[in-house]
């Protein structure tokens, strides 16, 4: 098999694994009596980690290549299952929730792998590859974890959804032990080590970037309002609708068909025709609407419809984003610009979270939903940015 297949297949499991854990927190918090705010600080301790690891794995990745780190992160994700599942304390949940997200920041070496393997006019398009995968894993995964755990939390399961979580991580191993050629070969890193690439840290790859840091600055505004929303959305439910964790994933099941319809399709159609810089500022503008809508709506019919809308934009923007980071990136220095990236990503999925919580338990469940609306709208105005660098550059 090709292999951008067999990438996009090891990550739609390593993110189903992360999936099948998501709208699980909340309930084992609140099983554990953790209030709202310590829940979603739970979460932003895990992107926190995220952040710290991403640029990390990124330049490791550039030195090593791409499959050690992947095979690494992975089997550090399996421990922080095992952790979560059989968690004797909300302790132990946030220590999962530590070294989990410390494994995930593995995204900006499959970004990276998918970037050796295409040309600058293909990049975009095979980005939005390793994006769809992103989408279908979280498609997937909450459905699988709301099933496994069962509606009722008094009486629900959560070591078989983090038994799954563990096997699938081990199989993705073997997939990128088997399958997964290395694209960063040996002859690529001594290139880069001797260029200095490997070597750059983010906040100097922003500094010498211009481009870069109007795309991150993007991506860290949608990531804020992504996180926001994900964070509270299991709370956001059951205070509204009084939903439980089936119900939670099966909707996130169906919410994530949007942007993974996006991502692995319409991204395709859509680039050569409009460009990245003006599918990522119809994503934001998408995105934006949508959540108004969402935060606005009398019931969760109109909700649905305002949370498919924000999907979309995500969809279009994510892919987009990515393709324009990459861009300013060499092959010496591919991992840490796309590590530094995925920082910004990783900052926002922070502070979202911490935000959430407090916003929720203060001003009620819309607030959320349109304070992210308001911290996403700047997004477009940085694209826009980019793109006159881009033009002047």
């Excluded at 992504?226 to 299991?234: D, G, P, Y």
């Excluded at 009620?364 to 006159?388: D, E, N, T, W």
Aim: net charge positive.
């Amino acid at each position: 098999m090709k292999p951008l297949l067999i990438l996009f297949i090891v990550c739609v499991i390593d993110v189903l694994g992360f999936g099948v854990i998501v709208p699980l927190i909340p309930y084992i918090g609140s099983r554990f009596d953790a209030s709202a705010a310590l829940i979603t600080a739970i979460l932003g301790t895990h992107a926190l980690c995220q952040l710290i690891a991403a640029p990390i794995w990124g330049r490791l990745s550039d030195r090593y290549g791409r499959r050690p780190i992947l095979m690494f992160s992975l089997a550090g994700a399996c421990v922080s299952y095992a952790m979560l599942g059989f968690a004797p304390n909300i302790e132990w949940v946030l220590g999962s929730r530590v070294l989990g997200g410390f494994m995930a920041g593995n995204i900006s070496a499959a970004m990276a792998y998918a970037s050796d393997i295409s040309t600058p006019q293909d990049r975009a398009k095979s980005l939005g590859t390793i994006g769809a995968a992103i989408g279908i894993g979280f498609m997937l995964g909450p459905a699988i974890g709301g099933i496994l755990a069962g509606e009722n939390l008094a009486t629900a399961s959560f070591v078989r959804p983090a038994l799954v979580a563990m096997v699938l991580s081990l199989f993705a191993i073997g997939l990128v032990a088997l399958y997964l050629p290395e694209s960063h070969t040996a002859e690529h890193r001594a290139h880069a080590a001797h260029a200095g690439g490997t070597h750059r840290t983010p906040l100097a790859l922003l500094r010498s970037l211009p481009g870069l840091r109007y795309v991150t600055l993007a991506a860290l505004c949608i990531a804020i309002a992504q996180a926001i929303f994900e964070s509270i959305f299991a709370l956001w439910a059951l205070a509204r609708f009084g939903y439980g964790p089936r119900t939670v994933g099966l909707l996130m099941f169906g919410l994530a068909i949007v942007p993974v319809v996006m991502q692995g399709g319409l991204v395709r159609v859509l680039v050569p025709r409009f460009g990245e810089h003006r599918l990522a500022v119809a994503g934001v503008t998408a995105f934006v609407t949508g959540m108004l809508i969402a935060a606005m709506a009398p019931g969760i019919g109109v909700a649905l419809v305002g949370l498919a809308i924000c999907g979309a934009g995500s969809g279009a923007f994510n892919p987009s984003g990515s393709a324009l980071a990459s861009k300013e990136a060499s092959g010496a220095n591919r991992g840490s610009v796309m590590g530094t990236y995925q920082t910004s990503s990783s900052l926002g999925r922070v502070i979202g979270p911490f935000v959430s919580g407090a916003v929720f338990a203060r001003f009620g469940a819309a607030s959320p939903l349109l304070l992210g609306a308001l911290i996403a709208a700047p997004a477009a105005f940085a694209i826009a940015l980019s793109k006159r660098r881009a033009v002047n550059g």
